[in-house]
């Protein structure tokens, strides 16, 4: 997830690809992973003040909704409960169209034409939010706006109107589906849906590259293999989010080619590029401009959460062997998505993220978000909630929580109501 990694690149280029994993042999994508959730790049320097409930003590101009949303996904998957004001941090950082920008320093000042929306805070966010039961008016209104940028292609670009990517077109799927939502439910006027920009985006077998997915055509259109985008569309192409979840498909020994090909081979061929891509080091590389390539763990990460999703939890093994051995100064300098990145790699293989090289991620991740983050699992309260809930009780069993949460309903028009909808009915 080249999105959440580095502040830096996703500044310049403004061009965030949230999906998976590193690029090992060809350039690194243009993506905010190369923003959201950074790799080995330099961290934002601290802000002064950070805001109540945020994950993260680094700036949060680039990637504060995004690290938000894979830490609470990450609590989510291992059955901890995110502490509430770190769920009312994320939903107040929501438009009033639906959309998420990367960060909102004054939610008070409605969102304008000038907000920096984009498709990968937004996918994100609803991927976290969907599974803690956000109310419809939340989610609702994110994936409303999601099939409201929808390009004629099928795909997502990160910025409305920009050119389809791999791996903002797969975070989408993934943030659809959170919200039982089929993506082929959405065709365009073109008859095409998001699968079929991913297929266009698949490297064919016989060309440089094969079964790899590439970031973006390049200038003359050709597909460029691309192993951050691969670790992405594997997932995307499966209909999994940025955390494996369900059962894992069965997919072919070698490249699939042909008239017939779907969605599953082009995921079946990315894994097995990744495969190919790992088997010597068993990480993924970054290339950076002027240096030498370096280990990416973030999207080595990735790559195994693809790899397990793909049924290659085998040929994912020595990558998850490298990041218990290789990964905690990184994580440390990368905070709370680079945790959450590791929880997903661990959880998606059957490891325990909780001894993870002799780490426990789930605390370590914990430790960087506001107090009751740190609950060892879902309806254990905290020594902070339990304070709360006496409160409450003095109170007369009103909850400061649900007034918190009814001044948002008004406010803003969200709640935490546990949602319920049926499978593959889309929203209004």
Known sequence: MKLRRSAAVLAATAVIGAACAPV?????????????????????????????????????TYDGVWRQSLALLAQHS???????????????????????????????????AKTPVDTNSTAAALQALEPLGADDSVTGAAVKWLK???????????????????????????ALEAADIDPTDLPTEEQKTPYDALLAL????????????????DKKGKLV????????????????????????????AECVRGDSFTREDAAANGALYLVDAIAKDGYLKSALAGAEDQPDHGNTADAVVALAAAGRTAGAEKSLAWL?????????????????????AA???????????????????GATGPEGSNNTAAGTATPSQEKAKEQDEDDGGVSVWWMI???????????????????KQPKP
């Not at 409201?148 to 990160?158: E, F, I, K, P, T």
């Not at 192993?227 to 995307?236: E, F, K, N, Q």
């Open 148 to 174: 409201s940028v929808q390009n004629d292609d099928g795909g997502w670009g990160y910025a409305p109107g920009g050119a389809s990517d791999t791996n903002s077109t797969s975070v989408v799927i993934g």
């Open 324 to 344: 218990e051995k290789n990964s905690a100064e990184w994580a440390a300098q990368n905070g709370p998505a680079a945790y959450a990145q590791l929880i997903f």
């Open 78 to 112: 291992v059955g901890v409960e995110p502490a509430p004001e770190a769920v009312d941090w994320l939903v107040g950082q929501q438009c009033e169209s639906g959309a998420f920008a990367p960060y909102r320093a004054d939610t008070s000042v409605k969102c304008d």
């Open 347 to 365: 959880d998606a293989t059957g490891k325990n993220p909780r001894d993870f090289g002799g780490a426990d991620l789930v605390k370590q991740l």
């Open 24 to 60: 090992a042999l060809a350039a690194e994508s243009p993506s905010p992973s190369s923003s959201p959730s950074p790799s080995p790049s330099p961290s934002p320097s601290p802000t002064k003040e950070l805001p109540t409930g945020l994950f993260g003590s680094t700036d949060p």
């Open 225 to 252: 293999a691309n192993a951050d985008a691969t670790a992405a569309g594997v997932l995307g192409a499966l209909g999994k989010g940025l955390t494996k979840v369900g059962d894992t498909a069965k997919i072919s």
């Open 202 to 217: 698949s490297v064919p077998c016989e060309e440089d590259g094969g079964g790899a997915f590439v970031f973006q055509p």
């Open 405 to 423: 949460g009814v001044g948002l309903v008004g406010g803003i028009g969200v709640g935490f109501l546990i949602s319920s909808r049926n499978k």
